[in-house]
T-cell receptor, first 114, second 114 residues
């Protein structure tokens, strides 16, 4: 099993450009998450999907949209990128929507917005 | 909502010494407290967790203690080794379906000096 995979690994955008970060998991997990990690700020939740067909906002959702395409895939879209969105983005999944379940993280996408 | 404070932000110890990282949380309803380790350039990975029905949990050189009255929990690493050097994150959540996912602390960078 590959676990949680993310594409791309690195991306450079210009201000105003759009892009979609892809995430997939092969563990048959129900819940998926998107985090951003900035120096000294820890991991902050952007959006999550407790189960297929549902999505909810996290702590920092502004400027982002998500799509739970199916049980395996959860994408994050930046419609008009801003320099403040320069960050490392992690996708994660857990077996159920119970917050006591272990979250398994993907390898991350390093995004730079110029 | 839940707020998690983590201290110290950086910690240096000599190889073989112990390291202690402390976290406080704000929501008395929180009942699940995991710790994640993130090596440089890698993804966060769960190393130990504790639920509110116990006060301490050990796994070889790692232990976590929980004080529900004071709303704080700590990670203890004994006999530290160079491979323990990483960033450690604490987190807290209110367990159960439909509840808000984990809230993370801002991290502690641990350096073990050989």
């Amino acid at each position: 099993n590959a676990g949680v995979t993310q594409t791309p690994k690195f991306q450079v955008l210009k201000t105003g450009q759009s892009m979609t970060l892809q995430c997939a998991q092969d563990m048959n997990h129900n819940s998926m998450y998107w985090y951003r990690q900035d120096p000294g700020m820890g991991l902050r939740l952007i959006y999550y999907s407790a189960s297929e067909g549902t999505t909810d906002k996290g702590e920092v959702p502004n400027g982002y949209n998500v799509s739970r395409l199916n049980k395996r895939e959860f994408s994050l879209r930046l419609e008009s990128a801003a320099p403040s969105q320069t960050s490392v983005y992690f996708c994660a999944s857990s077996e159920r929507d119970r917050s006591t379940d272990t979250q398994y993280f993907g390898p991350g996408t390093r995004l730079t917005v110029l | 909502g839940e707020n998690v404070e983590q201290h110290p932000s950086t910690l240096s110890v000599q190889e073989g010494d112990s390291a202690v990282i402390k976290c406080t949380y704000s929501d008395s309803a929180s009942n699940y407290f995991p710790w994640y380790k993130q090596e440089l350039g890698k993804r966060p990975q769960l190393i130990i967790d504790i639920r509110s029905n116990v006060g301490e949990k050990k796994d070889q050189r790692i232990a976590v203690t929980l004080n529900k009255t004071a709303k704080h929990f700590s990670l203890h690493i004994t006999e530290t080794q160079p491979e323990d050097s990483a960033v450690y994150f604490c987190a807290a959540s209110i367990g159960g379906s439909g509840n808000t996912p984990l809230v993370f602390g801002k991290g502690t960078r641990l350096s073990v000096i050989a």
